[in-house]
């Protein structure tokens, strides 16, 4: 079928969602024990993965997948409903603060740790940290993350902290993420040390008052166009791909990629529809029918997947949504139905309004 018959025919499945719209963002999750222990502004909600698990009607023993799975709101919704889980992702800063959120920890042996690790006394250290950094961050803030990185590796539960210490450099930073760049505004910050204190007691009190689960979570860092998992594995998908642009992400989280550099954590192509040579939105869409075929291949016949995806401007409005759901049907899934969250202004020049581009929600089904 082609692409404009198969649009005529799919109207009728789109239906407009307009108040879950905040769902669709992280808005939410940033007062929420644990999921806030990581601000990723392109992550989507807590309660939109609940909504999803209950219209999938996933339970006890299920196993879902989220190929993207961010800074792991899939994975940490998932596991406090008992319902097994998968996270993939290239980005390292995902994978390692996805997996700082779900481990089971000991509250006594963090409040311990922490009670050393404040006792130390400060002592400037001779770092060498990049440009780009020492604009956005103040040279004593500077100097008490290189004091505290030193203190924590050797630490027990070194990661936990090392999270911790990356949320409050990130909140004393001059750094603002304006779409796809990062701007520095300077204004008045608290001191690290301070801020660096509450933000460890409160991530402590998260983990004491989290209530156990017998759910497993596995977190790998795999290209979700071709994953190590089985045929028919997962019961679902709950996903958000990374949307038609220009972003690299790996800029745009500076911060957050020094940090992992400092851990030792090999780094991977950041984003979906980037090759030398290729048309960008033709190259979009070539990965995402790879991944689609390979989130059919994992899931169980029957089985749902849920993508958010947001159409973009490229000269002309792209539908991703539309053009997702077709390569998706021509793969074998059933488009259920295309659930629109969220309207907004397409910008060129980031002032000239070019026209409204839909973010939506795709349920598809394995037949």
């Known amino acids: 079928m082609e692409y404009e018959e198969f649009r005529k025919q799919l109207t009728h499945k789109v239906e407009e969602k307009l108040d879950w719209k905040e769902l669709a963002t992280f808005v939410p999750n940033k ?9 990723y502004k392109e992550g989507f909600s807590k309660e939109l993965v609940d909504k999803l698990i209950e219209m999938f009607e996933l339970k006890q023993g299920n196993m879902v997948l989220d190929p993207f799975c961010g800074s792991g709101t899939t994975l940490v919704a998932c596991k406090q409903a008992d319902i097994n889980v998968i996270g993939l992702d290239v980005l390292p800063t995902a994978i390692f603060a996805s997996q700082v959120k779900i481990v089971k920890y000991d ?3 963090l409040r311990e740790e922490a009670k050393i690790l404040f006792r130390r006394k400060f002592h400037q250290l001779e770092w060498e940290f990049p440009k780009i ?36 450099s990130i909140k004393v930073s001059y750094a603002w993420k304006d779409g796809g760049v ?14 660096f204190q509450r933000v ?22 795999e290209d979700a166009r071709k994953t190590s998992l089985p045929d028919n594995s997962v019961d679902a998908v709950i996903t958000s791909p990374p949307y038609l642009n220009n972003i690299d992400y790996t800029k745009l989280y500076a911060i957050e990629d020094f940090f992992m550099k400092m851990r030792h954590v090999p780094s991977l192509r950041s984003f979906l529809g980037v090759r030398d040579g290729k048309d960008q ?15 059919y ?4 016949n029957d089985g749902y997947a849920a993508i958010v995806i947001g159409n973009a401007w490229l000269g002309k409005e792209i539908e991703s949504d539309f053009i997702t759901a077709y390569l998706a049907d021509e793969i074998g899934f059933s488009v259920e139905k295309i659930l629109v969250l969220n309207k907004r202004f397409a910008l060129e020049n980031r002032t000239e309004k070019k026209g409204v581009l839909r973010e939506s929600l795709i349920i598809l089904r394995k037949k």
Not at 32 to 38: A, D, M, S
Not at 185 to 191: D, G, I, L, Q, S
């Open 31 to 39: 007062l929420l024990p644990v999921y806030n222990w990581f601000y």
């Open 107 to 109: 509250s006594e042996s």
């Open 133 to 168: 950094m020492r604009a956005m961050i103040n040279k004593y803030a500077l100097a008490d993350i290189a004091f505290f990185s030193s203190q924590i590796d050797r630490l027990k539960n070194k990661d936990f902290f090392t999270l911790a210490l990356l949320n409050a």
């Open 182 to 195: 990062i701007k520095i505004r300077k204004h008045p910050v608290p001191p690290l040390r301070k801020l």
């Open 200 to 221: 460890v007691y409160r991530m402590i009190k998260d983990v004491e008052e989290s209530k156990p689960t017998n759910a497993s979570v596995l977190i790998k860092q």
């Open 281 to 295: 939105e033709q190259a979009y869409f070539e990965d995402m029918k790879e991944t689609l075929t390979e989130m």
């Open 297 to 300: 291949r994992v899931l169980k």
